[in-house]
């Protein structure tokens, strides 16, 4: 069994001489034999039999590393089973994208470095349909924004001077959205359709026994969600700010609650004054955690 290598989480993406950025795509890992077409997932178990379409074809017998990828990750669960699977070839289409090879006519390339293993890559693999080389870019800051543009996963880095290593996270993976919770300490009052609700929820992380003002969360709500919410912030509303100063010198009244809820928000990032860049709301904790 072929362990594949990892990546471990990482805060932001960099651009620098001896690293490339690949897009972390939302599929399944492959490890796949050009000469038996089996297909390995990253657990052991076999899953040619899924993913008949799937033969990489190749100069030389290889082994290689890749993600199988569909419309959507929903959409490519419907691929994990081998009934009806003309059907579910049609209807749920995979690709195979091929970002390493493991071995060459039987013979371990993992010693080499990433540099090496890419032109072994680009030299062995004849792309077809459903499968083909994984694009990189050296620019990681570059290919970080047009994977939140396109809404994909994330990005991947990885030096060029590192070889292959099974099982172990040496690649930095770096997420579009993070999911976090935070403490509801108030909410701004809301205009047009949310005029008789609020416009956003003041949110705040506790930071060495304190609340930290980490912004505001405007998007996510329901008409429905919001109508329910905004009963219960009612019940805690207090005249006293429940940060140590108050984060709002430019005149807006906000209302402040005390902070018994916590709201789960996703986030792309937080920015350099520490406040949470382009967040979403998508519920109370206590009611994600029922």
């Known amino acids: 069994m072929i362990q594949p290598m990892l990546a471990r989480l990482g805060e932001r993406t960099w651009s620098e001489d001896g690293w490339i950025w690949e897009e972390k795509f939302d599929g399944i890992r492959a490890i796949v034999d050009t000469s038996s077409h089996r297909i390995q997932s990253r657990s052991g ?79 062995l693999l004849i792309p077809d349909k459903h499968c083909a080389v994984t694009k990189y870019s050296y620019d990681g800051e570059a290919l970080f924004q047009q994977a939140v543009e396109k809404g994909a996963e994330g990005v991947i880095g990885k030096s060029l001077t590192g070889v292959y290593e099974q099982g172990m996270r040496r690649w930095t993976k770096v997420k579009c959205e993070q999911i976090d919770h935070f403490r509801i300490c108030g909410y701004t009052n809301g205009t ?18 304190r609340l930290a003002y980490v912004g505001e969360v405007g998007t996510g709500f329901s008409e429905y969600g919001a109508e329910m919410l905004v009963q219960k912030l009612r019940e805690l509303e207090t005249s006293e700010c429940p940060f140590l100063f108050n984060p709002y010198t430019d005149g807006k009244q906000p209302r402040w609650v005390r902070p018994e809820m916590q709201a789960v928000v996703k986030y792309l990032e937080y920015t350099n004054d520490f406040k949470l860049r382009f967040p979403a709301y998508l519920g109370l904790l206590e009611e994600i955690l029922r």
């Open 45 to 123: 178990k076999d899953k040619t039999a899924f993913f008949p379409e799937i033969r990489p074809v190749t100069t030389h017998p290889a082994v290689l590393d890749g993600e199988l990828v569909g419309e959507s990750f929903n959409s490519i669960q419907h691929r994990t089973t081998d009934s009806l699977i003309d059907w579910r070839i049609d209807t749920y289409p995979v690709r195979y994208e091929v970002f390493d090879v493991i071995s060459i006519n039987g013979n371990s390339v993992e010693h080499r470095p990433l540099s090496a293993r890419k032109t072994m890559l680009q030299n």
């Open 192 to 209: 047009g359709k949310r005029e008789s609700t609020f416009g956003a929820l003041i949110v705040g992380k506790l930071d060495s026994d």
